[in-house]
């Protein structure tokens, strides 16, 4: 039906409006649209009714004897005599242990305090921040004493902490990541609040290094890329059966995802791959080429078993019949079992092992366990290593991230690909 101008009406509705009607309709409804617009951006979807508060997360900086601490902005130490408040103007402070005391000694000032311990420095202003060992963190800092040590224990907000853990995963320097690093910041908060559930150590949750997620602290630049994501994913975590899941990532899968850990053996590989393009074909490790010795194989496989580094010298002295087989593959095609043979002896490698039986000369394991083995045709003492990818090839590829986010998938479509079983839901 077409409406001409000035004659339009509505059928069945007896209201006939005139031009100054029609006027302040528009503009009545442009108020409200503006009204709307200020209140509630449409871009942002409603809270699922978040339930919890923002929780904070301890993170374990350092444990030793000796380091550096200093003050950029006011931090309170409360003692039982009186409260301390610590500046930039303390300059820069040894801490150590001294008589089962954890002593802090600066060109300025000298604390020896009996009590309390542990020591609690707490930020005075929002933007105060402390320096530990060269990186900058905000938050409380928590030192206890442990064993004749200290642990440097960072109590902050986890929205905080991501913001000192998303750049060190995800390259954040180019606008058309965006969406990769929002993925990323919905994994690492995830991974953090599961596992405040699944503490790390007695008075911390999370390791600052590898063991967990690596987080050089939130004190210093952080890149727009990752602040706009961490804001933007807000509270928003994966959970499983209503609780935040046990989630893993990686670096690169090199095509084909490991399936998840479960008790289902059938489980089968995933391509990482849409439309026939795969996601993270432009990692550097996408595609690799490795190079080994016998006489580094054997001296990974000593460092790795304690029987193997007993036999090592004679091994050297008189000169060995070594050969490699691979007796078992994971549904992606990983080496699941690595048998090393040496002079008819079997070693068998499982897992991170066979990564390690296999690194090279500086220590460093190989890239993946998707892999095969080719021998030198020249040279009997030399072999090579075809692989792919890098990491173990579970959970979400972040290359893969990056190729589906330039690929134009929202960063909920690329949580969704990675973990499917999983449910993306705002917690807070
Ligand atoms: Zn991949």
Redesign the pocket.
């Given at each position: 039906m077409l409406a001409s101008a000035g004659k339009w009406q509505i059928p069945g509705c007896p209201w006939k409006p005139s031009p100054a009607k029609v006027r302040g309709f528009f503009l009545l409804a442009a108020l409200m649209l503006a009204l709307f617009s200020c209140t509630r951006p449409m871009v942002k979807p409603a809270p699922e009714s978040p339930t919890a508060r923002e929780p904070t997360i301890r993170v374990l900086l350092t444990s030793g004897s000796e380091d550096q601490l200093q003050f950029n902005g006011t931090y309170r130490l409360a003692a039982e005599e009186a409260d301390y408040l610590l500046d930039a103007s303390h300059g820069q402070f040894q801490v150590s242990v001294h008589n089962h005391r954890i002593v802090l000694k600066s060109p300025a000032r000298f604390f020896d305090l009996v009590d309390p311990q542990p020591l609690t420095f707490d930020p005075v202003s929002p933007k105060a921040s402390f320096v530990w060992n060269g990186h900058s963190y905000r938050g409380r800092l928590i030192l206890i004493l442990s064993n004749g040590q200290f642990q440097a224990i960072n109590q902050l907000p986890v929205e905080a902490y991501l913001l000192g853990v998303v750049p060190n995963e995800m390259p954040s320097g180019n606008p058309e990541y965006r969406e990769a690093v929002r993925a990323q910041a919905v994994a690492a908060r995830t991974y953090a609040l599961h596992r405040l559930q699944h503490p790390a150590g007695e008075q911390f949750d999370v390791f600052s290094t590898v063991q967990d997620q690596v987080y050089w602290g939130s004190g210093g630049r952080i890149p727009e890329l990752v602040q706009e994501a961490v804001e933007a994913t807000r509270g928003e975590v994966l959970v499983a059966e209503g609780q935040p899941a046990a989630i893993q990532y990686h670096s690169?899968?090199?095509?084909?995802?490991e399936p998840p850990i479960q008790n289902d053996s059938a489980a089968s590989a995933q391509p990482?791959s849409s439309e026939g393009l795969?996601?993270?074909?432009a990692?550097p490790l996408?595609r690799w080429v490795e190079k080994r010795t016998v006489s580094q194989l054997l001296h990974n496989l000593a460092a790795v078993d304690g029987s193997a580094a007993k036999e090592l010298p004679g091994w050297q002295k008189k000169g060995v019949q070594v050969a490699l087989h691979v007796r078992e593959r994971s549904p992606s095609g990983r080496v699941a079992l690595l048998d090393v043979e040496v002079d008819s002896r079997h070693f068998p490698q499982r897992g991170y092992g066979v990564r390690q039986v296999l690194a090279d000369s500086l220590g460093r394991p190989l890239p993946s366990r998707l892999f095969f083995l080719l021998k030198s045709q020249k040279n009997p003492a030399l072999f090579y290593i075809i692989g792919a990818?890098w990491g173990h090839?579970r959970g979400m590829?972040?290359?893969?991230a990056l190729?589906m986010a330039l690929n134009g998938n929202g960063y909920r479509n690329i949580l969704h690909f990675y973990y499917p079983n999983l449910t993306l839901k705002k917690l807070y």
């Amino acid at each position: 039906m077409l409406a001409s101008a000035g004659k339009w009406q509505i059928p069945g509705c007896p209201w006939k409006p005139s031009p100054a009607k029609v006027r302040g309709f528009f503009l009545l409804a442009a108020l409200m649209l503006a009204l709307f617009s200020c209140t509630r951006p449409m871009v942002k979807p409603a809270p699922e009714s978040p339930t919890a508060r923002e929780p904070t997360i301890r993170v374990l900086l350092t444990s030793g004897s000796e380091d550096q601490l200093q003050f950029n902005g006011t931090y309170r130490l409360a003692a039982e005599e009186a409260d301390y408040l610590l500046d930039a103007s303390h300059g820069q402070f040894q801490v150590s242990v001294h008589n089962h005391r954890i002593v802090l000694k600066s060109p300025a000032r000298f604390f020896d305090l009996v009590d309390p311990q542990p020591l609690t420095f707490d930020p005075v202003s929002p933007k105060a921040s402390f320096v530990w060992n060269g990186h900058s963190y905000r938050g409380r800092l928590i030192l206890i004493l442990s064993n004749g040590q200290f642990q440097a224990i960072n109590q902050l907000p986890v929205e905080a902490y991501l913001l000192g853990v998303v750049p060190n995963e995800m390259p954040s320097g180019n606008p058309e990541y965006r969406e990769a690093v929002r993925a990323q910041a919905v994994a690492a908060r995830t991974y953090a609040l599961h596992r405040l559930q699944h503490p790390a150590g007695e008075q911390f949750d999370v390791f600052s290094t590898v063991q967990d997620q690596v987080y050089w602290g939130s004190g210093g630049r952080i890149p727009e890329l990752v602040q706009e994501a961490v804001e933007a994913t807000r509270g928003e975590v994966l959970v499983a059966e209503g609780q935040p899941a046990a989630i893993q990532y990686h670096s690169t899968c090199g095509g084909i995802l490991e399936p998840p850990i479960q008790n289902d053996s059938a489980a089968s590989a995933q391509p990482d791959s849409s439309e026939g393009l795969f996601h993270c074909s432009a990692s550097p490790l996408y595609r690799w080429v490795e190079k080994r010795t016998v006489s580094q194989l054997l001296h990974n496989l000593a460092a790795v078993d304690g029987s193997a580094a007993k036999e090592l010298p004679g091994w050297q002295k008189k000169g060995v019949q070594v050969a490699l087989h691979v007796r078992e593959r994971s549904p992606s095609g990983r080496v699941a079992l690595l048998d090393v043979e040496v002079d008819s002896r079997h070693f068998p490698q499982r897992g991170y092992g066979v990564r390690q039986v296999l690194a090279d000369s500086l220590g460093r394991p190989l890239p993946s366990r998707l892999f095969f083995l080719l021998k030198s045709q020249k040279n009997p003492a030399l072999f090579y290593i075809i692989g792919a990818g890098w990491g173990h090839g579970r959970g979400m590829c972040q290359w893969g991230a990056l190729g589906m986010a330039l690929n134009g998938n929202g960063y909920r479509n690329i949580l969704h690909f990675y973990y499917p079983n999983l449910t993306l839901k705002k917690l807070y």
